[in-house]
């Protein structure tokens, strides 16, 4: 079973700065793509940037530019730093990754979910 721990997060100004983290721990053979889903009262969930194994990253269109998301693999961690926030970032961010436990089996798992909130 895999747990995916989110950290970070919170209240943030608009124009301000936050960072999420993302760790991934249990028994597995590697994990995939990670990346950060949100998703706000009234709103659909939005796929918000994920990074691969070797790096490569994609992103919402309105949080490109302002976020980046990183990644280290020694320690299954992925970050998203967020930048020059905005009220409409504020969303739960839950933590997504595709776990790869053999080479037939895998799946996919998700975070608690952490709470960000931007004032204006």
């Known amino acids: 079973q895999v747990q995916l721990v989110e950290s970070g997060g919170g209240l943030g100004q608009t124009g301000g700065s936050l960072r999420l983290s993302c760790a991934a721990s249990?028994?597995?053979?590697?994990?995939?793509?990670m990346g950060w889903y949100r998703h706000s009262p009234g709103q659909q969930r939005e796929l918000v940037a994920t990074v691969t194994s070797g790096g490569s990253t994609n992103y919402l269109d309105s949080v490109k530019g302002r976020f980046a998301i990183s990644r280290d693999n020694a320690k299954n961690t992925i970050y998203l730093q967020m930048n020059s926030l905005k009220p409409e970032d504020t969303a739960v961010y839950s933590c997504?990754?595709?776990?790869?436990?053999?080479?037939?089996?895998?799946?996919?798992?998700w975070g608690q979910g952490t709470q960000v909130t931007v004032s204006s």
């Open positions: 997504y990754a595709e776990i790869q436990y053999s080479y037939t089996r895998r799946s996919s798992s």
């Open positions: 249990g028994i597995f053979s590697r994990v995939n793509l």
